[in-house]
């Protein structure tokens, strides 16, 4: 499908990327890596022709629809609602449902036969390709895609100017899922998502068919959803022919012969330059020099290059935390409010004991940076109680850099600023050091550095203030995978207490040893890890007969007030009544679910035998009938994926 023939592009005097050559098959599933600035978006950027190659050639093959996401999206007219922006933006829809209507306009409206027929012909080749882009159950795509990625049933109709960035990106990246194209050029789509969304996202591209092209720092969605890896580095491009596993062991294979070889090429290097630097200057040996120049010449011409990652590899430490008493925070009946008006925490109680590492999960919108913010004391609740514990020093660590670095600060300035009394000068610097900060840089503003530095920075300023109970903020997004793997490693090490929001699964897995729920209905704690929260929410959502409690704090298995008041007994029949009750919707939900999962596996069946017709014709073959007949099990297909979706999900609804 893509043929990258020894293509080179500079930026100015910068090499980005040289004489690189891979191939992506139609139906891969490529996971993009490298480290920040490598040049992975600029193959994407190539792929949409919206950057031409200086040296080299991409070949295209096929004619695609290409599907990737706008990095600024905008309205396409004053007052276009979320729904309708979400539709339009699909390539084709707008047009070919408006020739559609104009044919049936012109043919409702024709007396003149012949033309009739000519008219009905067009007519029938629009709805075929209206059909292919899957027109006919776009909106419901779309609105699923919506629901899964945070918006609300009553967002749907809001204005698309009205939200914010980040959720605009939301609307854009269920747009073009929804699309369904041949290919999907994904870069970072996790950035904007928080956790329930990345989860959502991953099983939705699970079913995702087409040919996937996946730039992402996010282990678990490279993990689950790639079998390929293709590694940008130092210029150059390798394809890895297996999934992320593999090329972390294989990449370590690699980069130890490359640095044999460098370690050969450098000797060899060098013991011709000594012949050089000592005979270039005699008549007799003049012309042997010459020759061993050339070689010199010719050997640089490929010299091996290590890539970035480990030649520029930052270091992250966290001090030591000094001692606190045994409860690191408590709040009790928290209320938080920006206007005065809405509520964005609404009494919200719970408490952090010393040591423990918490994920702060929900989804946006629902006030997890709000509550961070509390705690780390940058803002006060409206009502209610936030209550550090004895001797707790907060460090916090924002999802947004100038909140808590200036950007117009040097990098000097910015660790100076929170180191305490009594650090001599060459102490300071050599922590400057120790976390990758050489005298190049430390006059540096902040505001110019790379996402990797101002995290080395911000953990500097940590590690220098010595606090011990970390705020974390979205402290992953700005990693490559070598970067979030060392501060994984560290923050599990650190004996402090860690409070931390992330929307990368497998961070939040390895690190938290608890989980605190944002949602709508309030504060849920769990006292075992992600995947342990997973198994709880999963068994409340399978059970039709979990009790919601209307306050804020629901501790795990713990009864709420008309619980305590039940017997036993009650509570069995109360849970039998509530089961008995919505057993015929359950009964009839899991019906057409099984319906639509055996229709499936049956035009799956027939899909797969008419594709091996043409692949292997015979002489008989009617191409033309073949195609008509995969156009219309594809569409079958769809619309009974589509049903079992829309089933699934009113299921979970209704059990929950």
């Given amino acids: 499908m893509l043929d990258f023939q020894n293509i080179s592009v500079h930026y100015g005097f910068q090499d980005v990327l040289t004489n690189v050559s891979f191939r992506v098959n139609k139906g891969e599933r490529i996971g993009v890596v490298g480290p920040n600035g490598s040049g992975k978006s600029t193959l994407m950027r190539l792929i949409l022709n919206e950057r031409s190659p200086d040296h080299g050639e991409l070949i295209i093959e096929g004619n695609p629809r290409i599907g990737s996401t706008n990095q600024h999206p905008k309205a396409h007219f004053p007052g276009e609602t979320l729904l309708e922006y979400a539709i339009k933006g ?7 449902e408006q020739e559609i209507k104009d044919l049936e306009a012109r043919f409702d409206a024709c007396a003149d036969e012949d033309l009739k027929l000519r008219l009905l012909s067009q007519l029938g080749d629009a709805q075929t390709r209206f059909e292919h882009i899957g027109g006919y159950d776009l909106e419901t795509r779309v609105k699923i895609a919506l629901g899964g990625l945070g918006f609300s049933v009553e967002e749907f109709s809001k204005p698309f100017e009205s939200f914010s960035g980040g959720w605009r990106m939301r609307a854009e990246l269920s747009r073009v899922i929804a699309s369904e194209p041949d290919l999907l050029l994904l870069d ?8 329930p969304a990345v989860d959502w996202l991953q099983r939705r591209l699970k079913l995702y068919d087409g040919t996937l092209m996946l730039i992402s720092h996010d282990s678990y969605l490279l993990r689950t959803l790639t079998t390929t ?21 294989e990449r370590d294979v690699r980069y130890k012969h490359l640095v044999a070889a460098k370690e050969n090429q450098d000797r060899q290097i060098e013991q011709l330059q000594r012949f050089v630097d000592r005979f270039r200057a005699q008549a007799t040996k003049a012309s042997q020099a010459q020759s061993r120049q050339k070689q010199i010449d010719k050997i640089n011409e490929d010299r091996v290059v290590l890539p970035k990652r480990y030649t520029q590899s930052g270091r992250l430490r966290l001090a030591e935390p000094p001692p606190c008493g ?55 609740p409206t009502s209610g109680k936030a209550i550090l514990g004895h001797n707790v020093v907060p460090g916090y660590l924002s999802q947004e850099f100038a909140e808590t670095i200036p950007p117009d600060v040097s990098v000097y300035r910015n660790a100076k600023n929170v180191l305490p009394p009594g650090v001599n000068e060459k102490n300071f610097r050599n922590q400057l050091g120790a976390f990758g900060f050489d005298e190049n840089d430390i006059d540096k503003p902040a505001g110019v550095l790379s996402g990797g530095e101002k995290i080395r920075l911000a953990f500097l300023r940590l590690f220098l203030a010595a606090p011990n109970l970390l705020l974390l903020d979205e402290p992953t997004t700005h990693l490559d995978l070598d970067g979030r793997k060392l501060l994984q490693d560290a923050l599990k090490k650190y004996t402090g207490t ?43 959502q399978a059970s039709p007969a979990s009790v919601h409690s209307g306050k804020n704090e629901i501790k795990e298995n713990a009864p709420d007030d008309n619980q305590e008041k039940m017997t036993s007994k009650e509570l069995r029949r109360q849970r039998a009544a509530e089961r008995e009750k919505i057993a015929p919707q359950v009964k009839a939900l899991k019906k057409k679910i099984e319906q639509a999962e055996k229709k499936m596996e049956e035009l799956q069946a027939a899909l797969d035998e008419a594709s091996k017709e043409l692949f292997n014709p015979l002489p008989t073959t009617d191409f033309a009938e073949v195609n008509r007949k995969v156009r219309t099990l594809q569409f079958e297909i769809d619309r009974y994926s589509t049903q079992w979706e829309e089933a699934s999900l009113e299921l979970e609804e209704l059990t929950s």
Avoid: W
């Fill in 229 to 249: 890896i293709v590694e940008v580095d130092a210029g150059t491009c390798v394809r890895y022919e297996g999934d992320l596993n593999y090329y972390l062991r």
């Fill in 188 to 195: 970072e789509p996790s950035n904007y998502l928080d956790l």
């Fill in 498 to 540: 860690i409070l931390l929001v992330s929307h990368d699964i497998d961070f939040v897995r390895e690190v938290a040893t608890s989980i605190l729920e944002i949602t709508p209905a309030g504060v849920r704690q769990f006292p075992g890890g992600y995947d342990y929260y997973c198994e709880k929410t999963a068994a409340r």
């Fill in 326 to 380: 045994v409860e690191a925070f408590r709040c009790e009946n928290l209320f938080f409010s920006y206007d005065g008006v809405k509520n964005i925490l609404h009494d919200v109680s719970f408490n952090i004991g010393r040591g423990e590492k918490i994920a702060l999960i929900g989804y946006n919108g629902l006030g997890k940076t709000t509550l961070m913010r509390i705690i780390a004391g940058t803002r006060m």
């Fill in 90 to 96: 699909v390539p084709g829809f707008t047009d070919i």
